[in-house]
């Protein structure tokens, strides 16, 4: 989505924020398993929207470097934002989150800021931590509305942008049928990839690249490969429009146990961990 300035790219993507925090909701009323994760999910992503009202506010940091967005960003924004997510997590996260979060609490600033430069300097597929995800996200998605989403002749597995690795697929509609992007679990861009291709390892024979619905769920599977055994979650928009494909790729984890059962492995964790 080509913006002319960073205002318009702002007030755009804000209302992207908004719309994820509905989609919780929403999700939340009409499939009870998931109601519990996406409770806790629609606090981060509450807490996620301040941290990108911030970012966008600031007009001067809208401009691309040579190095790329990795280098952009800056720990001094991110952690003015730990210790609200630590108090987040404290009241409304998992026991085991809970446990990071003291964890984390007991290290000194200087050792907390280390913790999430070690974050942004390592490789993408290291880079589990939710509080590091979940501050660096809505940052690195304003950030990445200043580079061009899809450079000419790109079709690789890794983000354009930053180099991330894929949160899940989405198939948007498109003429007939429908077209398949990519969705960074770094910066949250989109770019298209191919429909019959592993996002892992490049296999594009279809018969070894096995796809799982579940009978109850529309609009979303698994998209495996035999030959890697690595999968993502699809988020078929042509089923079900109103899905927002970061939000349903969390609430529907119970195809993230049944590929674990049938030995994949996920391409990238989702903020939540699964
Ligand atoms: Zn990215
Ligand atoms: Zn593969």
Not at 57 to 63: E, G, K, P, Q, W
Not at 74 to 96: F, Q, S, W, Y
């Amino acid at each position: 989505m080509p913006f002319d300035n960073p205002g318009q790219a702002g007030t755009a993507r804000r209302s992207e924020w908004d719309r994820r925090i509905r989609r919780t909701s929403d999700l939340a009323e009409r499939y009870s398993p998931a109601a519990e994760i996406l409770t806790f999910y629609r606090h981060v992503l509450e807490f996620q929207r301040a941290i990108y009202q911030e970012v966008s506010s600031r007009a001067a940091l809208f401009d691309t470097v040579p190095g790329g967005l990795r280098q952009q960003l800056d720990a001094t924004i991110c952690m003015r934002h730990l210790p609200a997510l630590l108090e987040l997590v404290a009241h409304n996260g998992t026991k085991k989150l809970r446990q990071d979060g003291q964890e984390l609490q007991a290290l000194s600033p200087e050792q907390q800021r280390a913790t999430l430069e070690a974050f942004l300097a390592s490789p993408p597929e290291q880079s589990h931590s939710f509080f590091a995800r979940a501050l660096v996200q809505p940052y690195a998605e304003w950030l990445a509305a200043a580079y061009p989403a899809q450079p000419p002749g790109s079709s690789g597995s890794a983000c354009p942008v930053c180099g991330g690795r894929p949160q899940a697929a989405v198939l948007r509609p498109e003429g007939d049928g429908g077209k398949r992007y990519l969705l960074c679990s770094f910066c949250l861009t989109e770019w298209e990839f191919r429909r019959v291709l592993c996002p892992s390892c490049g296999e594009e024979n279809h018969q070894k690249l096995p796809r799982y619905s579940a009978e109850d769920l529309k609009g979303i599977r698994v998209e495996a490969c035999d030959t890697c055994h690595f999968y993502v979650k699809s988020i078929d928009l042509t089923v079900d429009g109103r899905a927002v494909p970061l939000v349903d790729e969390v609430a529907f984890a119970t195809l993230d146990v049944w590929a674990t059962e049938h030995s994949y492995k996920k391409v990238q964790p989702n903020l939540m961990g699964f």
